[in-house]
């Protein structure tokens, strides 16, 4: 009877994946950003005599720049969760980083016209 004790504790235990998890928030961030986006593109091409005209002036360039932020946390979230799960670069981590990154720079350079 001890024998099969310590055979089954020294046994060599086959790696478990993690547990799947939900990505309602990443999806969420990245929804929120797309519509931000869309909202300033909206609002980039409304016109001033519009009901909100008075705040087309510098409100698209707002919206850009938190919507770029909402889907740069979004996609960064989700590559680095898909990362963990596959322990390599795969496909979905390479293009959830390169929306990411993307999202980025098109923040940067809203928040930089914003400024000038």
């Known amino acids: 009877m001890r024998e099969s004790l310590e055979k089954e504790s020294t046994a060599i235990r086959a790696p478990t994946a993690p547990p799947a998890r939900s990505r309602a928030i990443e999806f969420t961030l990245a929804f929120l950003g797309v519509l931000c986006v869309a909202a300033g593109a909206y609002l980039l091409f409304a016109p001033e005599d519009w009901w909100l005209g008075d705040i087309v002036d510098a409100w698209h360039l707002s919206a850009f720049v938190?919507?770029?932020?909402?889907?740069?946390?979004?996609?960064?979230?989700?590559?680095?969760?898909?990362?963990?799960?596959?322990?390599?670069?795969?496909?979905?981590v390479v293009t959830g980083a390169t929306i990411g990154v993307l999202a980025l720079a098109g923040a940067v350079v809203a928040a930089l016209f914003l400024i000038f």
């Not at 919507?67 to 496909?91: C, K, P, Q």
């Open 66 to 92: 938190i919507g770029g932020v909402l889907m740069m946390t979004g996609f960064g979230v989700y590559a680095n969760e898909a990362f963990i799960e596959d322990g390599r670069w795969s496909t979905r």
